[in-house]
């Protein structure tokens, strides 16, 4: 069966620090990967999908950026935090294709002081 | 671009008693999609209606399509405390009915199942 990780569970860190974040799949290959941010009041909120080892779309200009070095890792990355990149991340894959269910990893909730 | 509006915000209900949530699309709904997250963690799918008129059953949730009242239903029959958490819905953002990879989800709806 395919498994979604995602690590940290919890991360606290100063503005202007770097960031990444990463997330892997199993038991499945060429998988469609997606970050999304989940802030208290706003709703999840779509930053990046990827439909193949180095494709990247942005869906919202931000501080933040993604890169999918290998067919089942995704990386979410900034090079310096700001107070307003805080909130709940999650990661998901879905088969490739269209109107496939997206299936999500247990988040990393991210706080900026 | 496509807005979800969920209702009712938040829900409580006594154990055994039936509820429904529901999950109204700005423009026309060409996929849609259910799912349950509990604070703190990722969310589980649940069901996904594709067709006007589909309704979909797991356990003892029901969802259903009304794609002329560009809407959704959650039903929920003999809720249990296990039934607990945030149901979010999330529809296709393509406005031809094409699909696409991004969705658009609603701010959910907190459900809380008192013994």
């Known amino acids: 069966s395919q498994t979604i990780h995602q690590w940290p569970a919890t991360l606290v860190q100063p503005v202007g620090s770097p960031l990444s974040l990463e997330c892997t799949v199993e038991?499945?290959?060429?998988?469609?990967l997606y970050w999304y941010r989940q802030a208290a009041g706003r709703g999840l909120q779509l930053l990046f999908y990827?439909?193949?080892?180095?494709?990247i779309s942005s869906e919202v200009p931000q501080n933040l950026s993604a890169s999918r070095p290998q067919d089942r890792q995704f990386i979410l990355s900034s090079k310096k935090l700001l107070l307003s990149d805080s909130g709940f991340y999650l990661c998901?894959?879905?088969?490739?294709?269209?109107?496939?269910?997206?299936?999500f990893g247990d988040g990393t909730r991210l706080s900026i002081l | 671009s496509q807005e979800l509006e969920q209702s009712p915000q938040s829900l409580i209900v006594q154990e055994g008693k039936n509820l429904t949530i529901n999950c109204t699309s700005s423009?026309?709904?060409?996929?849609l999609y259910w799912y349950k997250q509990k604070y703190g963690e990722g969310l589980i799918f649940l069901m996904m209606?594709?067709?006007?008129?589909e309704e979909k059953s797991h356990e003892k949730i029901t969802a259903k399509l009304d794609e002329k009242k560009q809407q959704s239903s959650l039903h929920i029959t003999a809720s249990q405390p296990s039934h607990a958490g945030i149901y979010l819905c999330?529809?296709?953002?393509?406005?031809?009915?094409?699909?696409?990879?991004?969705?658009?989800f609603g701010k959910g709806t907190k459900l809380s199942v008192i013994p």
């Open positions: 998901a894959w879905s088969v490739r294709g269209l109107w496939q269910p997206q299936h």
């Open positions: 038991g499945t290959s060429n998988p469609n």
């Open positions: 990827s439909v193949g080892i180095g494709q």
């Open positions: 423009k026309t709904l060409y996929g």
């Open positions: 209606l594709q067709k006007g008129g």
């Open positions: 999330g529809a296709d953002s393509s406005s031809s009915g094409a699909g696409s990879y991004q969705l658009t």
